[in-house]
């Protein structure tokens, strides 16, 4: 299996289209894996029945924000962690510091060096351009 990829043209907005190389590969023709396909997947090679796997994933969906909303970082083993990253403006001293700098949450993935080094192997193919 191959990674699709197409080729976009993105000129930054302070330069010039002759001052860069503005052709970029993008990712293409993602499928959607939903919740009931994993699901299904994951009974296959388990002993596990699909509703046994959904009720497990639905819960998993449930917690891991709750534990990050209580300032956990959320370890998976061989998948990775996950955690919350803020987005803040800055104040002149420490004392004016407060959680109205505060702007904005991200949730953040980091893989694990086993995910890591699985993906290293990717092979990526031109998706055919349509004219």
């Known amino acids: 299996m191959s990674v699709e990829y197409k080729v976009v043209k993105i000129v930054p907005p302070s330069k010039k289209e002759e001052d860069?190389?503005?052709y970029?590969?993008?990712i293409t023709k993602r499928d959607k894996?939903?919740?009931?396909?994993?699901a299904e997947d994951i009974s296959q090679m388990?002993?596990?029945?699909t509703i046994d796997v959904i009720g497990v994933l639905e819960?998993?969906?449930s917690l891991i924000p709750y534990y990050l909303k209580n300032n956990y970082s959320v370890e998976l083993?061989?998948?990775g962690t996950f955690s919350l990253h803020i987005n803040a403006e800055g104040s002149e001293s420490p004392?004016?510091?407060?959680?109205?700098n505060v702007k904005g949450v991200n949730m953040a993935f980091r893989p694990s060096p086993r995910v890591k080094k699985d993906l290293q192997d990717i092979r990526f193919k031109k998706a055919?351009?349509?004219k």
Not at 33 to 38: A, E, I, K, S, T
Not at 46 to 49: A, H, K, L
Not at 95 to 100: D, I, L, T
């Open 20 to 22: 860069c190389k503005p």
């Open 24 to 26: 970029y590969p993008r």
């Open 33 to 38: 894996m939903d919740l009931r396909g994993l």
């Open 46 to 49: 388990s002993t596990f029945s």
């Open 59 to 61: 819960a998993f969906t």
């Open 77 to 79: 083993g061989d998948l």
């Open 95 to 100: 004392e004016k510091v407060s959680r109205h």
């Open 128 to 130: 055919s351009s349509k």
